[in-house]
T-cell receptor, first 114, second 115 residues
Framework: AQSVTQLGSHVSVSEGALVLLRCNYSSSVPPYLFWYVQYPNQGLQLLLKYTTGATLVKGINGFEAEFKKSETSFHLTKPSAHMSDAAEYFCAVSRNFGNEKLTFGTGTRLTIIP | SAVISQKPSRDICQRGTSLTIQCQVDSQVTMMFWYRQQPGQSLTLIAT?????????ESGFVIDKFPISRPNLTFSTLTVSNMSPEDSSIYLC????????????FGQGTRLTVV
C-alpha cells in the first residue's frame, strides 16, 4: 500500500520569502511522485513529477522538488514566493507511471502575506 | 495534452435524487478515473472507469451508489445515486495515457451540494 503525508495543512509565507512544503511518502515499490496545485474553483494542475533519473526535479512557475529516498521525502520549494502562488498544493504517489491511479496527501494551503 | 470537459460544473440537488456527471476528453485516453474531494479534504479515488466493462471500485465505494459508465475511449459518466448531504463534494474526472500521454489530467470538477 502507498500513502502520502503532508506536514502542515496551512503554510503562510511573506512575498519574496522561501516556500517549503513538506511531503513524505510510504511505498513498497519505487515510487513515482507528483506535486499538483489547485487554484480556487479549479481542477488540479501538475507542477512537477519524479519518475526516474535526476532526483532534483524542476517544474512550472519556478517550483522544484527533490526526491530523497533515504528520507522518503519529496519536499516542494520555491526560492521567492509570489502572490499568485496562493493555492492548495497536493503531493501524490503512484506505483506505476502513465497508467496508475494516484494516492494523494491531505493538501497544504499556501497563503502569501504581502 | 488532454482537454477535459466535465459537466455540470456545479449543482444543488435534493436528497434522495441522483445526479449524473459527464467527462468528455478531446482525445483517446487509456485510463479514466473518478475522484471525490470532500470539503476541506484531499482527493479520494472512487473508481477506475474501464472501457466496455464494469468499473473497478476502491474500498468503501460501491456500484449501486456510484454507477459508472465508459462506452468509449473519450467519455465516461459517474452517477451519484440516492444522494444525502454527506455526498456534498467536488467530483473530479482524471485521465492518463495515449492523448494524455504519461501525465494525469484533471477536469475542473463538479461541485455538488445536496440539501
Amino acid at each position: 500500500a502507498q500513502s502520502v503525508t503532508q506536514l502542515g495543512s496551512h503554510v503562510s509565507v511573506s512575498e519574496g520569502a522561501l516556500v517549503l512544503l513538506r511531503c513524505n511518502y510510504s511505498s513498497s515499490v519505487p515510487p513515482y511522485l507528483f506535486w499538483y496545485v489547485q487554484y480556487p474553483n479549479q481542477g488540479l494542475q501538475l507542477l512537477l513529477k519524479y519518475t526516474t533519473g535526476a532526483t532534483l526535479v524542476k517544474g512550472i512557475n519556478g517550483f522544484e522538488a527533490e526526491f530523497k529516498k533515504s528520507e522518503t521525502s519529496f519536499h516542494l520549494t520555491k526560492p521567492s514566493a509570489h502572490m499568485s502562488d496562493a493555492a492548495e498544493y497536493f503531493c501524490a504517489v503512484s506505483r506505476n507511471f502513465g497508467n496508475e491511479k494516484l494516492t494523494f496527501g491531505t493538501g497544504t494551503r499556501l497563503t502569501i502575506i504581502p | 495534452s488532454a482537454v477535459i470537459s466535465q459537466k455540470p460544473s456545479r449543482d444543488i440537488c435534493q436528497r434522495g435524487t441522483s445526479l449524473t456527471i459527464q467527462c468528455q476528453v478531446d482525445s483517446q485516453v487509456t485510463m479514466m478515473f473518478w475522484y471525490r474531494q470532500q470539503p476541506g479534504q484531499s482527493l479520494t479515488l472512487i473508481a477506475t472507469a474501464n472501457q466496455g466493462s464494469e468499473a473497478t471500485y476502491e474500498s468503501g465505494f460501491v456500484i449501486d451508489k456510484f454507477p459508472i459508465s465508459r462506452p468509449n475511449l473519450t467519455f465516461s459518466t459517474l452517477t451519484v445515486s440516492n444522494m444525502s448531504p454527506e455526498d456534498s463534494s467536488i467530483y473530479l474526472c482524471s485521465v492518463v495515457g495515449q492523448g494524455a500521454k504519461d501525465e494525469a489530467f484533471f477536469g475542473q470538477g463538479t461541485r455538488l451540494t445536496v440539501v
